[in-house]
């Protein structure tokens, strides 16, 4: 089953009278449990991409669907509701609300989706166990260094069990090893829990650990392959 | 639903302290704002009561029986006997301190200087002493001292009269008025002594002399103008002339209470109020500038954030009630902050009084004395908060709508 298909998505923007194409022509599936990376230059449509699929941007032209629903039609509520329940977001870097500790930050979507007390508080202390952060669940993010932040933004991401987590560059902050740490984590929570994965990224070592890697250029997908080792 | 108003109200009420300066300062002038706003309110209604309380207590009295057509004519002809009956009806009234029986006349009163004319009170010097402030007012040693012989023939009149007139302790004076017959009546009689009440038109116009006396002069006989009562407090006014007026069938009496005698003095105590809540609300306009002010600025330097929280799916409602949470925040600091102040500083000044003295005269032509006492009512702590909290609200909206439609990609390109 594809957790997300998009079909001809076309996106230009438009500056000062200038029509810039950013994506053109893009034709993608993805898998539930895939754990792919989206690679290609700068400027070459990866965030657009990225945010197109996450509804934060709507295509010129083309469908996308995630999961079982369109989002060409979509109401904003619908979208905002879509993004709260089954896709999770890691971006560069400042991906936490500064005023909330990290279990806060991370009890906070579920506090958004209704759940209770006891049940919030569980799953947000296992998810950040998951990511090696028992010990600095009650601090503030301003004390927590690039590579914590990123994990509590991991952890946010899967705390909902979302059908999809997008994360746009996550280690273009981090040093050698600490992205690489964090790379391994992603793999074991996909292994794990089924989560499927798709980031942008512009680090050879990332793309080495991907299982699937898909070359965009100009906006277009020029190459996709599967990696079957380990 | 709960929890998520929690989260937002806590992640307001953090979001507040970022910029501790910042909200200090629009919390502090909420406080100065509402200080200065009960404030004024605690002593205007000081400035009202003692008006109502001083023209009650020079001559008004709480509650007045008399005849009907006397409040309109004040004619001799309008006049009547007390019975037994009457004072032992209001001796047997609860919550009716005292009364006192009064003659009230037109007159003119001639110093070899000048004359003026004057109302007469013909006073009963004991009974008239529980009711008015008469003694009270009336200044000691030098100045001579009260009436103290209902039939002697003593006048006592204002310091204010005293001067203009060129008069002093001891002088003799011409009283003249028309007596029952409507015959022109003069009579010469020592000033006994001076007073001076809070008001400056009372003491110009009123001389006060023995009741006895002037039924003589007047030949009234035991004919009065009036039995003036005092309650044991004002709010029992009209509680008890209900009682009066169930009690008392002679159809020649009209019973009259202080509202009723002096109706303009009721409608501007009135007016004064309404005014201070109006004046109030446009004040705390400017305040909604200050905030709304605020909260732009923590939402402008909070873009890439709340683009944070909309990106992983906070709806524009709940961003927007944040807004509103941190606003309301700052209101509630500021109002206990404010009341706090006041309550305690206002209940000071009560106690030690504010001397107005060097405003004195004006004061006197209002009728407050020269030490106002402010007073807080409790209603103006209502509506005091309910100001300051519909201001809040009112100034946090512009700011809300407009954080909820922050687009989430915008801010998040924001750093
Ligand atoms: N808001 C925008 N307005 C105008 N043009 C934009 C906008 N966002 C992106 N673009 C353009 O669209 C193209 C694709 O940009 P995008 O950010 O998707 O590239 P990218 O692959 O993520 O690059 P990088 O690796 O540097 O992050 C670029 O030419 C960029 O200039
Ligand atoms: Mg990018």
Redo the contacts with the bound molecule.
């Keep these: 089953m594809n957790i997300i298909e998009l079909e001809n998505v076309y ?1 230009n ?3 000062h009278g200038n029509i ?1 194409p ?1 994506l053109r022509g893009v034709n993608l599936q993805i898998a539930k449990g895939e754990f792919a990376a989206l690679a ?10 990225l ?1 197109i699929i996450g509804g934060l941007d709507q295509p010129t032209s083309g469908s996308v669907t995630v999961g079982n629903t369109r989002l060409n039609q979509l109401s904003k509520k619908a979208i905002s509701d879509l993004r709260l329940r089954k896709i999770g977001f890691v971006f560069q870097a400042y991906n936490l609300i500064p005023v909330l500790t990290a279990i806060e930050n991370v009890e906070y979507v579920l506090l958004l989706q209704g759940i209770n007390k006891k049940d919030r508080l569980t799953r947000s202390k296992d998810v950040l166990r998951e990511v090696g952060l028992e010990k600095e669940m009650y601090r503030p993010p301003h004390e927590l260094s690039g590579g914590q932040q990123q994990r509590v933004a991991v952890a946010r991401a899967i705390v909902s069990s979302p059908d999809i987590v997008l994360a ?2 996550p280690t273009a902050n981090l040093d050698q090893k600490t992205g690489a740490h964090l790379l391994a984590m992603m793999r074991e929570l996909n292994l794990r829990e089924h989560i499927t994965f798709l980031f ?1 990224t ?1 680090d050879p070592m990332v793309m080495e650990h991907s299982k699937r890697l898909i070359n ?1 250029i100009d ?1 277009r997908i020029v190459s996709d392959e599967i990696h079957s080792k380990p | 639903m709960w929890a998520s108003i929690k989260i937002f109200a806590m992640i307001g009420w953090r979001n507040l302290w970022r910029n501790k300066r910042r909200s200090l300062v629009v919390i502090t002038s909420m406080a100065l704002g509402i200080f200065a706003m009960l404030l004024s309110m605690g002593i205007m209604n000081g400035m009202n009561n003692q008006m109502v309380e001083n023209t009650i207590s020079t001559s008004l009295g709480h509650i007045s029986i008399q005849r009907k057509g006397f409040q309109n004519d004040m004619k001799l002809q309008n006049s009547f006997v007390p019975s037994k009956e009457l004072k032992n009806i209001l001796s047997d009234i609860h919550d009716l301190k005292a009364f006192t029986p009064r003659i009230k006349m037109d007159g003119m009163i001639r110093s070899s200087e000048a004359s003026r004319g004057v109302l007469i009170m013909g006073i009963d010097p004991v009974h008239e002493k529980t009711v008015s402030k008469i003694l009270e007012y009336t200044l000691g040693e030098a100045a001579g001292s009260y009436l103290t012989d209902s039939e002697a023939s003593d006048i006592l009149i204002s310091k204010t009269l005293a001067d203009k007139l060129d008069l002093l302790v001891g002088d003799k004076v011409v009283l003249m008025f028309q007596n029952l017959q409507k015959e022109i009546v003069g009579t010469a009689l020592t000033v006994k002594g001076l007073y001076q009440s809070p008001i400056d038109s009372f003491d110009k116009y009123v001389v006060y002399t023995g009741l006895q006396n002037l039924q003589k002069l007047t030949g009234m006989g035991t004919k009065i103008s009036e039995i003036s009562i005092r309650v044991t407090h004002r709010k029992q006014v009209d509680k008890v002339v209900e009682e009066l007026r169930n009690s008392i069938h002679e159809p020649l009496f009209t019973i009259l209470s202080w509202k009723e005698m002096a109706p303009n003095l009721f409608r501007a105590v009135t007016i004064f109020d309404t005014m201070m809540y109006i004046f109030f609300a446009i004040i705390f306009t400017t305040v909604v500038f200050s905030i709304a002010n605020t909260l732009i600025m923590a939402i402008m330097e909070r873009f890439h954030e709340i683009g944070v929280m909309k990106s992983i799916g906070t709806s524009p409602n709940r961003i927007g009630a944040m807004v509103l949470f941190e606003a309301m925040n700052l209101g509630i600091v500021g109002l206990v902050a404010g009341i706090g102040v006041s309550v305690l500083i206002i209940a000071l000044l009560a106690y030690t009084g504010i001397d107005l003295s060097f405003y004195m005269e004006s004061m006197r032509t209002l009728g407050t004395g020269h030490i106002i006492y402010p007073a807080l009512k409790s209603k103006d702590i209502i509506a005091s908060t309910f100001i300051v909290l519909t201001t809040t609200l009112l100034a946090a909206l512009y700011p809300a709508v407009k954080a909820a439609r922050i687009k989430p ?1 915008e801010a998040l ?1 924001h750093i």
Excluded: Q
């Design positions: 996106k923007y438009e500056t810039i950013a290609g230059p700068s400027g070459s449509g990866k965030t657009t991409l945010n746009d560059e942008s512009h965009l906006g | 990609l390109h």
